[in-house]
């Protein structure tokens, strides 16, 4: 085989939905590398909520949008198969802003070979975006101590799980909001949370209040939605919200009111909103940070596969429905 | 004269409604100072909004709520009329935790005597709770750079004057939000403000993209209502949101929403509640931050005088009418 595949951007998401119409699928001889250059055969691409925004004509955001006519944005682990570069061989896998695409070629910048012994998996699971963003969150705005409570949304999600893990490794209480009951005991029995809200369930106040008798200090916002009010509401004096995503909201035309301001003042919480972005000049202190837990086996994770870049608007769709059971992931 | 009256809490506020059914006025002997104590014969009383919070049973709050039976708290400035305390004099001004009352004994502690040449009224609408809390929210956590755009809403109430002050000497451009046309030109034409916003007119997101052509870099909230949206929506990254008061909601059974958190990641804005009582022990330093401003003479501002202890619940209401034009005072 001498061509690939690739899926462009072509449309701008209408009303927020993801289907096929925003993409146009190309198929292309595979390039040759040039001096100081690599090629890389993707075999895993990550998908991620951030997604929406990127393919979405804001300006205004953390990142500059996808152009009309470029391969769609993503992280993905892939194989080098030829290298013209000193730092890589042939057999070398490596971490990086792949795209969607199947191969690429690279002058190896932003690159990162996965050290052995990690596989693909656990490298966009854990150690990639998921695990980076949970890390810098958790750490560097949650400001998370021993004996208090903290509660994540969408704490089933690739990165609701590294923030619990972490959480409750730190000896912290941990509670989860999460879609479904089957994630509610995942959560719970799999990960060790000590509690899980299903918000699709029944008086979330009266589960809330029996689930953190210590109230909340640090509240880990993935999600938006209507439990986002109950948490303000029983937060601590100098809780911290730390707003990593708000998927609840990405494809609502008119996103939800958030909560009224007072109980900042009353509590004197602080709210930062952040994207990793910021942070990549950070991510051998974040990674130093993060590596101890996962190699003392306290990460646990679940990857959702699905086959084939034909397959990834499905997997991102189901991303937003929450039909997904881990971190999705598309093999390629 | 050998009596004095005093204003005691006995009902609580119903739907938030200031009155005089909240208050029995009590007269009583004057007392006399025991061995370390002082006689204070209070002459200035200060009017804060956050008073409607003290009197309700909210025990969630930064400070206890005033229980039924005590004397209304307050601050205010008085004058040493005997002392049995070894660091005060007859004669000295002094400024502290007062109460509505016309006298009250002491053991000095929380009394910090007025610098020579400093008025009762500069000690209640600058030194004393309106520019500590200016100088803590604005520096602390506005984080003003020279250069930036900063919008403070209540921008002719007491903390609103100061902040707006000081950014503007500090080189940022500076806009103030306001209730009524009077007040928008006195901070614009007296306090030097770039330019000002009556939310009660109409237009309101034009007149802020046309005052802030580099948005809005620091946010200083006195009042929250629909301009809040407004301003979030033109943040800057890495914004930063002081949230010091939010009069307009403070009557209300049912507080308005808020703004969605999904700005908050794509701008990375911090917001920070915060009340005064946790900085009770960095006043040296605030004052010490505040005080060149003063007496560089950057910091104008007036004092709104009711006479008498009766008429303290009448200018607590102007408060929050706004009718007040500047910081209100009773003069007793």
């Known amino acids: 085989m001498t061509t690939y595949q690739s899926m462009v951007l072509v449309n701008r998401p209408k009303n927020g939905e993801i289907g096929d119409y925003l993409f146009e699928t190309k198929e292309q001889e595979i390039p040759s590398p040039a001096e100081g250059q690599l090629l890389i055969k993707q075999t895993h691409m990550s998908l991620d909520p951030a997604m929406l925004g ?3 004509e804001d300006r205004g955001s953390y990142i500059p949008p996808v152009e009309l006519g470029e391969v769609m944005r993503s992280s993905g682990v892939g194989e080098v198969v030829e290298s013209n ?6 057999g070398d896998k490596v971490l990086g802003m792949t795209g969607w695409q199947e191969y690429l070629v690279s002058d190896g910048q932003g690159f990162n070979k996965l050290q052995p012994g990690v596989s693909a998996e656990i490298a966009l699971c854990v150690f990639g975006l998921p695990g980076l963003t949970a890390t810098t969150g958790l750490y560097q705005f949650g400001k998370p101590k021993e004996g208090e409570t903290l509660i994540v949304t969408g704490a089933a999600g690739s990165v ?3 923030v619990g893990q972490l959480a409750k490794a730190d000896g912290l209480r941990v509670i989860g909001v999460v879609g479904s009951d089957e994630k509610a005991d995942w959560i719970v029995n799999e990960l060790g949370f000590d509690g899980a809200i299903n918000y699709k369930s029944e008086d979330l106040a009266g589960q809330l ?3 953190t008798p210590n109230r909340i200090d640090v509240f880990f916002e993935n999600t938006g939605g209507p439990i986002q009010q109950l948490i303000v509401d029983r937060m601590n004096a100098h809780g911290r919200i730390v707003v990593c995503g708000m998927i609840a909201d990405y494809q609502s035309a008119t996103p939800s009111p958030g909560p009224n301001w007072i109980p900042l003042i009353k509590k004197r919480i602080t709210i930062q909103g952040f994207a990793m972005p910021d942070h990549w000049g950070e991510i051998p202190q974040i990674l130093a940070k993060l590596t101890p837990y996962v190699q003392q086996g306290k990460i646990k994770y679940r990857a959702h596969t699905v086959k084939g870049l034909n397959n990834a608007v499905k997997g991102l769709n189901m991303l937003f429905s ?3 059971r881990g971190k999705m992931v598309v093999e390629l």
């Open 54 to 56: 990127w393919m979405s």
């Open 85 to 90: 570069h000193p730092d890589f061989v042939v």
């Open 160 to 162: 609701g799980t590294i």
């Open 209 to 211: 209040t029996a689930l």
């Open 322 to 324: 929450g039909e997904n």
